[in-house]
């Protein structure tokens, strides 16, 4: 399997959801279909998404798999998504510059 790019996972609002359900701990797949309008098989796919980009890992527990998140590829898009609140932290403050310069005129 070829593994999959962490921001390609994240970009599907299921998968997120998923991930959120197993800030909790650990679940089965059965467990994780519950929260969903789609079918077992569907949310199997997606959390084979999520393990081919590696943000969740799976454990054999007799007939069934359960999954556990794994944040550390979340890592990435936190250092990615740095730059961007430096840039829009910066725009804000020269926005309330400008807005309080005028404000005094």
């Known amino acids: ?25 650990p679940r089965p797949v059965s467990e994780l279909a519950r929260g969903f309008e789609i079918r077992r098989p569907a ?14 890992r799976e454990e054999p527990r007799g ?13 990435d898009v936190e250092t990615w998504l740095d730059a961007f609140t430096h840039y829009w932290k910066q725009r804000m403050t020269a926005l309330e510059q400008l807005l309080d310069d005028e404000e005094g005129q």
């Open 1 to 25: 399997m070829n593994e999959v790019d962490v921001f390609s996972a994240l970009a599907n609002p299921i998968r997120r959801e998923i991930l959120v359900s197993l800030r909790e701990g």
């Open 43 to 56: 949310v199997s796919e997606h959390l084979q998404v999520l393990r081919r980009a590696r943000l969740v």
């Open 63 to 75: 007939r069934e798999r359960y999954y556990h998140l794994d944040p550390r590829p979340l890592a």
